[in-house]
């Protein structure tokens, strides 16, 4: 397969993001709907509230639409491609859902974690419908070992990577900027190690992706004019998982995705410390408020967390084509 659907591929969600994000921020501030700011959050953060947010409705459509005409015009459509598609646009109805909520009831909290576990657990045994069909293993893949552990083991596996990256994701997306650029990284990296497989369905999402957010980061970098909301995040995560598993690197984002594990940690641990001894680890979770508090700004944060990113981006791509 030559590069030229791959490009029209990452071209076709950068234009539509590009066009139609500045269409719906306009419309956000007609109907009077931003974000609902942290009460419990930095006190700066407050002069956001207002913002327009959903913004992953804009480009989770981007890549949708790309990932059903483009695959279809060069003949490229598979099963698989089509399964993250869906995984996508699963997460993202989840987030959908938890963003309206918020938005028509005009609080900070969506629905209860309850009603979201059991959707993400929906959105992971779809996966894995799709997964099963195609007659893929039911492996892992650990230090090139692949260790077959059976149906049961694997969707349990798989339900809880879903769930967890897209919640680790979500919890990552505090600051402008900063998931819009990690993910751009953390798909980059997995595009990659797919093109050195030759699954080139899985490239071309992952540069479908990427391109749609090279057109928002325009939008989310501070000051952001809007936010992706959790519609984006958790799309964002819940797709970056299921790249991972199709791969068959799963464990590999522990360390491209670093960030958001450390995020999501940050948040464990300041639980964990805070019941058992009444004392915090951290000024703030998750970690980037932490910094914010030590008086680093936005940017610095977003920088430095997207060079260690990066970094741990191109040492797992190394260690898997190097």
Not at 175 to 200: N, P
Not at 208 to 217: E, K, R, S, T
Request: some cysteine.
């Amino acid at each position: 397969m030559n590069l030229f659907p791959i490009l029209v591929s990452t071209l076709s969600s950068f234009i539509l993001t590009a066009l139609f994000t500045p269409l719906f921020i306009n419309f956000a501030h007609k109907k009077n709907q931003g974000q609902m700011i942290r009460e419990d959050g930095p006190q700066w953060h407050q002069k956001k509230a207002g913002t327009p947010t959903m913004g992953g409705l804009v480009f989770n459509t981007a890549i949708l639409v790309t990932g059903i005409w483009v695959p279809l015009c060069f003949k490229v459509m598979t099963p698989m491609g089509v399964a993250l598609d869906i995984t996508m646009v699963l997460y993202g109805l989840i987030g959908f859902w938890d963003d309206s909520i918020k938005l028509f009831k005009r609080q900070n909290e969506g629905f209860t974690p309850g009603q979201k576990l059991f959707c993400q657990i929906v959105g992971g045994l779809i996966f894995i419908a799709f997964y099963a069909h195609e007659h893929l293993p039911f492996s892992l893949s650990l230090f090139d070992y692949n260790l077959n552990v059976g149906p049961i083991f694997f969707t349990i596996f798989v339900i809880f990577w879903l769930v967890g990256f897209s919640n680790a994701v979500n919890l990552t997306d505090g600051l402008d900027g900063l998931v819009s650029g990690q993910a751009i990284i953390a798909f980059g990296a997995f595009g990659i190690i797919a093109y050195h497989q030759r699954q080139f369905d899985v490239v071309m999402f992952c540069l479908a992706v990427i391109g749609a957010l090279l057109a928002f980061l325009g939008f989310n970098h501070k000051p952001a004019k809007i936010f992706m909301g959790d519609m984006g995040s958790l799309a964002l995560g819940g797709a970056l998982a299921a790249v991972s598993i199709v791969v068959h690197h799963e464990f590999l984002l522990l360390l491209i995705g670093i960030i958001f594990v450390c995020e999501t940690l940050s948040v464990i641990l300041q639980v964990a410390s805070f019941k058992l001894t009444g004392k915090r680890i951290f000024k703030m979770s998750p970690i980037h408020h932490h910094f914010e508090l030590c008086g680093w700004s936005e940017w610095k944060i977003d920088l430095t967390f997207w060079a260690i990113g990066l970094i741990a981006a191109i040492i797992g791509v190394y260690a898997v084509i190097g």
